[in-house]
């Protein structure tokens, strides 16, 4: 596909491509997908330099439905594709978009090397917590004791967190966000594109047909404010309806804890405040996955450090410096050579 050019100032609508947007009806990759175009609309992304690349599953249809540059590629190999296009074009703006099957199964090996590489990309990382495409099997992310058509007795393994993945594995941004938090979820996306290096978005996400309602416990509106907590760096970890709960050290341990604000001498000035840089913090924070802790929102994590990109180009300057010819003929001929002989 040939994007032109547009000077003008774009809408949302000017991200989306003329393919019918072909998922189940009532999947949270179309609430993902206005959100990403939206964000593109705020950041004036050009969509001439705006590259999607995309493995194999629901999500990787991603490309097809945005008028920018697209990469529909391999089962888990999104990464290693994406790696080389922002290598070889440091200019483009690359996005990956991936499943939890896709992107932690087959292709955990690749993922884990782009984020300890730190290339500059942003990875979105749609966790339905099912492999949706293949018809319901239990993916990485399935918790235990999930029935599906491969673990029809129920799942008997630990599944991985994708944000303590990403911390894990060395990444300088991790955030999360919800499918159907449409003024929180482009907001988010903005701050990943900000940032220089790998951004690590998990994105959490309703499979309508195999999972549906997996993550209602902490995505219901009868709960949510409850069973979420928003985060902003520099400000206390409150949440709750009216406000009433917060996040706390445990004086016996070091783990997060809730307590209620205004019970058993509590006051707001013992609840955590949220440092975005704090790297145990956020581990913790990635741990919050159980009935009595809330699930974090927002980012986790931001502490830059150098990109991939940037190390690539200083050393070929040192390269340069260094080169005392430029004539291929030449180099292959240098060094130690010998000739081959009839006997």
Known sequence: MNVVPNTETLKPKDYASDQEVRWCPGCGDYAILRAVQKALADIGAAREKTVFVSGIGCAARFPYYLA???????????????????????????WIVSGDGDSLSIGGNHLLHLVRRNVDVQFLLFNNEIYGLTKGQYSPTSRAGTRSPSTPLGSVDK?????AFAIGAGARFVARGIDSQQKL???TFKRAHEH????????????IVYNDGVFSNFTEKDVAADRQIHLEN????????????????????????????GEDGITEDDIVVHDETDRIMATMLADMRGADRPVAVG?????????????????????EEQATTHDLNELLRRGHTWTVEDA
């Open 234 to 261: 520099g400000k206390p970890m409150i949440f709750g309806a009216d406000g009433q709960y917060g996040l706390r050290i445990r004086p016996d341990r070091l783990e997060l804890e809730v307590v209620t604000i």
């Open 299 to 319: 980012v986790l994590y931001c502490d830059p450090l150098p990109s991939y990109e940037q190390g690539m180009k200083e050393l070929a300057g040192k390269t």
């Open 68 to 94: 920018t540059y697209g990469l529909h590629t391999i089962h888990g190999r999104a990464p290693s594709i994406a790696t080389g296009i922002k290598i070889t074009n440091p200019e483009l703006d690359v």
């Open 159 to 163: 599944p991985i967190s994708p944000v």
């Open 185 to 187: 979820l482009p907001e």
């Open 196 to 207: 220089k290096g790998t951004s690590f978005v998990e994105i959490i996400q309703n499979c």
